[in-house]
């Protein structure tokens, strides 16, 4: 899992050098402080001393030059460099006694390294590919389309919801749901985690809180979703808490619910497996708690339907019905891994199919060694030959493997 952490610090670093080398500063240094958090979370996971050893010296590099463009950034400067591992040439010695500017400057830049939780384009998934949770889509439609497309309907005192809570078992579709609202929505979109809002910079992870609230008001009607709300709002008070982790959480509830702030047009939507860590304040800025759980079975018999697609199949409704009976207890995450798995089902026959025959549009498909028109041949010599094979179509049979019940 924790070689995720190296890969994304890597890409992070691979644009920072190449807006580095642009002279593109205030675009480097987000992509710069991104890469560093996610190696020092896989530094934590790391056990090879060697590979650790050669993180930290990047660590360290890395950080020296992101501390270089934050000079320069605050002085107002654009520095030039001759590459992206070059100390900044030309900076200024003393940074300006007025605040106003460096106030300025550290906004934007807080706002640049946000704008990456924007969600410019649709994730193209729909109100009808979410398979149950009917309630729950019913009520975040009543919060998220309704007051754009209907806002006749919300006079007096009957106002949308501002604030969803989703929770339950992991692989529920908590996630998923969220990027059906994303989708759905004629909104400005958020997607943030914990990665996001947490900053090394001593009282930078407030205001990064303070800046997404605001930024979102200013491009109301938004949406922010905060995935895994858990790992930022947990119970104050615990003996492992760190005062950042404290001023956090006040920053959170601050602007959820604080006096003055205009949130009519600002839907706030967070997912949680375990809604009993996190803090009650904040658990109750949420005014409508929505519980995820596992689907039913109507729900994955259309889960099944969902995953396979247009996959060529032979399913029956019987099938899926009987599919749907035999997963009890399986999760939307568990239905897909298995989905996947019987897809390549056909595809493991063909690559150990002995005997292939001859099919009337010209492709060779596997066959019982004693059918009519039989070739011994394998999959691999056809395709020497220049000859096309064909995998099968999926059937219920493939479900019956071992490995997927």
């Not at 205001?207 to 109301?220: D, G, I, P, T, Y």
Request: some cysteine.
């Amino acid at each position: 899992m924790y070689s995720n952490f190296k890969e994304q610090a890597i890409e992070y670093v691979r644009q920072a050098v190449a807006e580095d080398n642009a002279g593109n500063y205030a675009k480097a240094f987000p992509l710069y402080m991104n890469a560093l958090e996610y190696f020092k979370t896989h530094l934590k996971y790391e056990k090879n001393p060697k590979i650790k050893e050669a993180i930290t010296q990047k660590f360290t590099e890395y950080l020296r030059r992101a501390e270089e463009i934050r000079a320069v950034l605050d002085e107002g400067g654009s520095g030039t460099a001759a590459n992206g591992d070059a100390a900044v040439a030309a900076r200024p010695k003393t940074k300006p006694k007025d605040g106003n500017d460096g106030e300025d400057g550290d906004k934007e830049k807080l706002r640049a390294g946000l704008s990456s939780a924007i969600v410019r384009e649709k994730p193209n998934v729909k109100w009808n590919d979410v398979a149950g949770l009917e309630s729950a889509k019913q009520a975040l439609q009543e919060a998220v389309i309704l007051p754009v497309k209907f806002p006749q309907f919300f006079t007096g005192k009957r106002r949308p919801w501002r604030a969803f809570l989703l929770y339950g078992p992991p692989g529920t579709g908590k996630s998923y749901l969220a990027k059906a609202v994303a989708t759905e929505a004629d909104s400005t979109f958020f997607s943030v985690s914990s990665s996001d809002l947490v900053s090394k910079w001593m009282g930078e992870s407030e205001k990064l809180v303070s800046n997404l609230f605001q930024m979102a008001r200013e491009s109301a009607p938004s949406i922010i979703f905060i995935d895994e709300i858990d790992s930022l709002g947990g119970q104050r008070g615990e003996g492992n808490e760190s005062e950042a982790s404290r001023r956090i959480k006040t920053e959170i509830l601050v602007q959820m619910q604080g006096v003055g702030n205009n949130d009519d047009k600002v839907l706030i939507l967070a997912a949680t497996n375990t809604p009993y860590a996190l803090d009650q304040a904040i658990r109750r800025r949420f005014d409508k708690r929505i519980y995820i759980p596992l689907p039913d079975v109507k729900a994955r018999q259309h889960m099944f339907k969902v995953h396979l697609g247009d996959t060529p199949n032979n399913l029956t409704e019987s099938d899926f019905e009987q599919l749907a009976r035999k997963t009890e207890g399986f999760s939307g995450s568990d239905i897909s891994v298995c989905v996947k798995d019987v897809l390549f089902e056909p595809v493991r026959k063909t690559q150990d199919a002995m005997f292939f025959i001859k099919t009337s549009n010209g492709m060779w498909m596997p066959c019982a060694p004693k059918q009519s028109g039989a070739v011994e041949i394998t999959m691999q010599e056809l395709a020497a030959q220049g000859l096309a094979s064909k995998v099968r179509n999926i059937n219920f049979r493939h479900f019956l493997v071992p490995q997927n019940f």
